[in-house]
C-alpha cells in the first residue's frame, strides 16, 4: 500500500498564478484533511471532508478551496496564490472521525510563491 | 477545543529513556490523548493514544495522570532515529469537526 500520496512534491508559483494539490489515499478512509505547516506555528489544519462529496472548513480555509469528487482523492486548490501561502502542505486521511482513531499523513508539497 | 502544553525543546542521550510531558489541565472526559512525531522533511505519523489507562506499543509507552490533566510519552531508548518534533494532542469527538488539532510540539534531540 503507498498509503497518502501528495502530488507535487515542490512547486514554485509566481503571485496570482493558480494551482491545484493533489491527495490521493488507498486505505479507503473517510475522511480526508489538509494542513499547512509554517516555521514556528505547528500544523494548521484548511479544510477537511468526512466523505465523498462533502467537504468544510478548518482554522485557515481562506484563499484555498477543495474538493472531494472521489473518496480516494482529495484536492486542494489555489485560485489566485499569494505570497502568504508559501508554506509547506500536508494531507492526512484516517478511517473515521472517533476520538480513538489515528491519521495518516502525505510527505508534503513544499510550496513557493514569489 | 482543550489546549495542550508542552516543553519547546528536550534533549536526551543515545540509548537512555525519555520523558516528553504534556499538561492539558481543560482535557475533558471524552477527549482522547494522541501523540504524532515528525520526522525532519516527513509528515507527522502516529506513535499513540490513550483514554484513562496507561498504553504500550512497539514504538512507545503513554502515561497518563490519574486526573487526566497531564501525561508522559515514553521512549523507552531512544535512537537516532528518534530525533523529532513530538505533538501531544487531544481529540474530542463532541467539537463536532473531528479535527487533529496540532501545537508547536516539543522538538527532541538524541545526542550520539
Known amino acids: 500500500n503507498a498509503g497518502v500520496t501528495q502530488t507535487p512534491k515542490f512547486r514554485v508559483l509566481k503571485t496570482g498564478q493558480s494551482m491545484t494539490l493533489l491527495c490521493a489515499q488507498d486505505m479507503n478512509h473517510e475522511y480526508m484533511y489538509w494542513y499547512r505547516q509554517d516555521p514556528g506555528m505547528g500544523l494548521r489544519l484548511i479544510h477537511y471532508s468526512v466523505g465523498e462529496g462533502t467537504t468544510a472548513k478548518g482554522e485557515v480555509p481562506d484563499g484555498y478551496n477543495v474538493s472531494r469528487l472521489k473518496k480516494q482523492n482529495f484536492l486542494l486548490g489555489l485560485e489566485s496564490a499569494a505570497p502568504s501561502q508559501t508554506s509547506v502542505y500536508f494531507c492526512?486521511?484516517?478511517?473515521?472521525?472517533?476520538?480513538?482513531?489515528?491519521?495518516?499523513f502525505g510527505q508534503g508539497t513544499r510550496l513557493t510563491v514569489v | 477545543d482543550a489546549k495542550t502544553t508542552q516543553p519547546n525543546s528536550m534533549e536526551s542521550n543515545e540509548e537512555e529513556p525519555v520523558h516528553l510531558p504534556c499538561n492539558h489541565s481543560t482535557i475533558s472526559g471524552t477527549d482522547y490523548i494522541h501523540w504524532y512525531r515528525q520526522l525532519p522533511s516527513q509528515g507527522p505519523e502516529y506513535v499513540i493514544h490513550?483514554?484513562?489507562s496507561n498504553v504500550n506499543n512497539r514504538m512507545a509507552s503513554l502515561a497518563i495522570a490519574e486526573d487526566r490533566k497531564s501525561s508522559t510519552l515514553i521512549l523507552h531508548r531512544a535512537t537516532l532515529r528518534d530525533a523529532a518534533v513530538y505533538y501531544c494532542?487531544?481529540?474530542?469527538?463532541?467539537?463536532?469537526?473531528?479535527?487533529?488539532?496540532f501545537g508547536t510540539g516539543t522538538r527532541l534531540k538524541v545526542l550520539a
Open positions: 490513550g483514554l484513562t
Open positions: 492526512a486521511s484516517s478511517l473515521g472521525g472517533g476520538p480513538y482513531t489515528e491519521a495518516f
Open positions: 494532542i487531544l481529540r474530542d469527538l463532541t467539537s463536532g469537526t473531528y479535527k487533529y488539532i
